[in-house]
RNA sequence: GGGCCUGUAGCUCAGUUGGUUAGAGCAGAGCGCUCAUAACGCUUUUGUCGCAGGUUCGAGUCCUGCCGGGCCUACCA
């Protein structure tokens, strides 16, 4: 048995995630936690809110409260919707936890013991309206280059020339449009981490196996220009984790908090000390997941996360944890995706374009949603949401291949058996040979899974559930039944087997529909199969069971066709 | 501007280190079955592998150039 650490990036605080972010990041971790748990691995598998920044301020005072009730609000509405979709996390945690806090403070202390922390005295502007200093992107106004008038300070959308916010003519406050803005001059901690680039190259370059999307970024942050920068890790906000080097008060620093990319994936390690106080353990509970000193050294840690967050797993947190010169547990493999776009354009959190998951949910089951975005995860390049393919793929893979299988047999072993798993007969060739290519799949079903390749996971699943209605039309046991009855007994029998075995083998992908199926089944046997043919005796003859409700109603053409209008516009 | 990814059947995508007649699912066509959510099974049509060169006995695969799509470019997170 492995033990395997698996973490999602962090969905951040300012409202409901729409599809997009889902598949990105969450929902395959999802699926590779389940996949590991259902193979007996002991998994901890992790999520949190990322609560800290700017953009929560300003949602908070949009709400018009206080950011931290905001962001506790918030808090519990993603982790009610995540529950919805079934994300089996063991923790989700808040990066705003007494526990974070007290790590991000440890790991800047330790950082500066190092000499890999370094003051740099800075000057951004301030919104005197505002009263607070804007990121570059929250400054407007027009571009020296084009003349643009919608210029951000950080780069011009028209002409792409990279900004600086003191560049811009008339610049004024995005969030209050005023134009009262001076330069003043602040200081803060930034990160050297150009100082560990060697140690970071080398470790990066060590991994051959990482997709190309991970390893690319990665390296064009080590190599382009002059190399890794520093990079800022506090910010003059109230809403954060306090800068302090360790317990201790850090001079010159009062009043400033570490900017939420610091604080963010220590929070990984947060959430774990927060689920062993939920589970009323001591700190060595979560800390052998976390400290190869304290057990963590067999443990394989796995990250799951879209393009945009590369740069930070594959760089910054790992010269967080370098440059402690503690043990602390290194991520081994780190699983990223491009982006889902919606019906020709992108999903837009800021727009309310696309499918939002509280929405997603209210239109259909969370199977249906899972098993769509699983079976079509952006892995090699960005993939487009259609209402179209997902009403086709749906249908078809999951009302007509595997929920009409289900259907057919049971009902048919009604009619002609009653709700019992029949006896008589014996196996035969057909039987060998489904055992033979059942066998061959679950097998490569197994290695796409354990190689976290989720569309070919999702093929060969499909594929599974094929062979099934291909053995029942071979076997024919609506013929047999009129001339020989045992053989369509053992048909049955097998089929009705077949069916606990298909709700074992997709339970990672859809969930609910899986555990409907073992319950129709009258079976908690849930054991992935080593042996086919033993997993295919399971339920004996004599066996009672229930025809199970339809598992997957169709879409229809109306049902997608008004929510193709309902999803056009924008969100209210 | 620079970097990276991507362009394969009507659609969504596989194609290992270059090696025979380029594959899968869906859609289309034909046949079969009738237990089932008009579901299932079998058979089957379609490709100048973005374009143009080059290397090679041999290129979807390697090289160069061009065209199209996308992402990133460090103060959004």
Not at 302 to 324: E, R, W, Y
């Amino acid at each position: 048995m492995a033990r395997i650490l698996i973490t999602s990036a962090l969905p951040y605080i300012n409202g409901i995630k729409h599809l997009g972010n889902l598949v990105g990041s969450q929902l395959p971790a999802d699926l590779y936690a389940r996949y590991n748990r259902a193979r007996g691995h002991e998994v901890m598998f992790i999520c949190a809110t990322d609560e800290h920044g700017t953009p929560a301020e300003l949602a908070a005072a949009k709400a018009d409260k206080p950011v931290a009730d905001y962001c506790a609000e918030l808090h519990d509405v993603q982790a009610k919707i995540a529950a919805d979709f079934r994300l089996s996390f063991d923790h989700f945690g808040r990066s705003s936890s007494p526990q974070n806090h007290a790590l991000t403070q440890h790991f800047a202390g330790q950082l500066a013991d190092n000499g890999l922390i370094e003051e740099v005295s800075d000057k951004q502007v301030y919104s005197v309206a505002d009263g607070r200093f804007l990121p570059d992107r929250y400054i407007e106004g027009t571009c020296p280059n084009c003349g643009h008038e919608g210029a951000r300070g950080d780069q011009c959308d028209e002409c792409t020339k990279q900004l600086s916010p003191t560049d811009l003519i008339d610049p004024y406050s995005t969030i209050s449009g005023s134009k009262d803005l001076e330069v003043r001059e602040t200081k803060h901690l930034f990160l050297r981490q150009s100082k560990l680039r060697n140690d970071l190259d080398a470790w990066i370059s060590a991994k051959t196996d990482w997709p190309i999307l991970t390893t690319s970024i990665a390296k064009k942050w080590l190599h382009d220009g002059d190399g890794l920068r520093d990079r800022g890790i506090t910010r003059d906000l109230d809403w954060g984790v306090p800068v302090k080097r360790g317990t201790a008060d850090w001079p010159g620093m009062e009043g400033k908090v570490f900017y939420v990319w610091f604080d963010a994936p220590i929070e990984y390690i947060g959430a774990t000390a927060e689920w062993a106080e939920t589970q009323g353990l001591e700190d060595d509970a979560w800390q052998r997941w976390w400290r190869t000193d304290k057990g963590a050294d067999d443990v394989r840690y796995v990250q799951f996360m879209g393009k945009d967050n590369v740069p930070f797993h594959t760089l910054s947190f790992p010269a967080t944890i370098m440059g402690s010169n503690e043990p602390w547990k290194l991520v081994d493999y780190i699983k990223s995706f491009n982006y889902l776009n919606y019906d020709g354009g992108q999903f837009s959190t800021s727009k309310g374009r696309g499918v939002f998951m509280d929405q997603a949910l209210s239109l259909l089951p969370s199977d249906y949603w899972r098993w769509w975005l699983l079976s079509h995860a952006p892995e090699n390049s960005d993939a487009e949401f259609t209402w179209e393919n997902f009403q086709a793929s749906v249908n078809k893979d999951l009302a007509d291949v595997l929920g009409n299988f289900a259907s057919r047999v049971t009902k048919f072993c009604r009619s002609k058996f009653g709700e019992v798993v029949p006896e008589g007969g014996t196996y035969g060739d057909a039987e060998q040979a489904l055992v033979d290519t059942l066998t061959t799949r679950i097998k490569t079903y197994g290695d796409h899974m354990d190689a976290m390749e989720v569309r070919k996971s999702a093929a060969e699943l499909r594929a599974i559930w094929v062979a099934g209605n291909e053995y029942l039309q071979a076997a024919a046991p609506w013929s047999a039944i009129k001339t020989d009855p045992e053989a369509a007994a053992a048909s049955i029998r097998l089929s009705l087997n077949l069916i606990r075995l298909y709700a074992v083998l997709s339970s990672p992908f859809i969930p609910d529909a899986s555990a409907d199926l073992l319950a129709a089944m009258n079976t908690t046997d849930d054991s992935w199969p080593t042996d086919v043919t033993a997993a295919l005796q399971t339920l004996p003859a004599g066996h009672a069971f229930t025809v199970p409700e339809v598992s997957f109603a169709k879409i229809t053409d109306a049902q997608r066709e008004e929510w193709q209008e309902k999803f056009a516009g924008t969100r209210d």
